[in-house]
């Protein structure tokens, strides 16, 4: 129970990362606020110590009106996002700032609006902490086509230091976390719609040193203990856990 008593929203836990996220935490005793735009896929997540709720965390007033209800909070898992292909050549400013809205922006509006609370909690339990989902892909090492989200997930490796260094004094602690290739639905998707489906898969695992794709198993340990009091000396990091890409 290394979550115990600790009150913890995720986004995007429909599906993928931020639902084995959000299983794993409740698991640890935490109380889970699952939240997703889709509320089909939150449709079988509920149960002890997981409260499902819609959010679109591109809109404002669906934050205001969540955080509102649920109160303060301990912990902030911002891990919805999307994956943008292509290079700078491809890019329309209509993907550019859809990329940047829901990769960045959302996460900091949402941060914004929970921040108060978290620090009013910090000041009882002693520390806070919110996880803002980032990558290796591009933002740490570049890979070919992946402009807008390798700019926008180096954006929240940005914001996550500026968010640590200015309430670290406030107990609140802020980190990036930064996954090499997961095996996702999403990624599923991306595999699907390739020319060549199979060679695509061939190609994700390739730049994969440990020659497999990773599974969310190997992330939610990170993702856990990000959230959790056992590191509460760590703040303001772009955590890597990526198989030895970047070794
Ligand atoms: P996914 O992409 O399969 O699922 C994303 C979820 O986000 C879906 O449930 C979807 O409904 C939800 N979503 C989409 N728009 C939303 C919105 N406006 N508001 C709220 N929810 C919304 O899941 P994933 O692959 O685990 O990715 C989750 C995060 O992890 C993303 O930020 C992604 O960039 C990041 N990431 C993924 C990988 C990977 O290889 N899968 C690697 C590094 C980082």
Redesign the pocket.
């Known amino acids: 129970m290394r979550l115990d008593g600790k009150k913890i929203l995720i986004?995007?836990?429909?599906?993928?990362?931020?639902?084995?996220s959000a299983e794993a935490c409740a698991r640890e005793g935490a109380e889970v606020i699952a939240?997703?735009?889709?509320e089909e896929?939150l449709g079988d997540l509920g149960g002890e110590r997981i409260e499902t709720a819609r959010?679109?965390?591109?809109?404002a007033d669906e934050i205001a009106e969540l955080s509102a209800r649920i109160g303060q909070l301990d912990g902030l898992f911002n891990?919805?996002?999307?994956?943008h292909s292509g290079s700078v050549l491809d890019i329309a400013d209509s993907e550019w700032e859809r990329a940047f809205d829901?990769?960045v922006t959302?996460m900091m509006r949402l941060t914004r609006t929970c921040l108060p609370g978290m620090i009013e909690r910090a000041e009882e339990a002693g520390t806070a902490s919110i996880l803002n989902?980032?990558?290796?892909?591009s933002s740490i090492k570049g890979f070919t086509n992946r402009a807008v989200?390798g700019a926008s997930?180096a954006a929240v490796i940005g914001l996550t230091k500026s968010i640590a260094a200015d309430f670290v004094t406030k107990g609140i602690r802020c980190n990036a976390?930064?996954?090499?290739?997961?095996?996702?639905?999403?990624?599923r998707?991306r595999i699907a719609k390739a020319a060549d489906p199979a060679q695509a898969e061939r190609d994700f695992i390739a730049r994969q040193p440990m020659g497999r794709?990773?599974s969310?198993d190997d992330i939610v340990p990170m993702v856990v203990y990000l959230l959790s009091d056992e590191s509460r000396f760590v703040s303001g990091q772009a955590v890597l856990v990526d198989g030895g890409v970047t070794i």
Do not use: F, H
């Not at 986004?11 to 084995?20: N, V």
């Not at 976390?177 to 990624?187: E, I």
């Open positions: 986004t995007a836990a429909g599906q993928g990362i931020g639902r084995a939240t997703d735009i889709n896929l959010l679109d965390v591109t809109s891990c919805a996002g999307v994956v829901l990769n959302a989902m980032s990558s290796m892909a989200y997930k976390l930064c996954p090499g290739t997961v095996d996702t639905p999403s990624l998707e794709l990773a969310v």
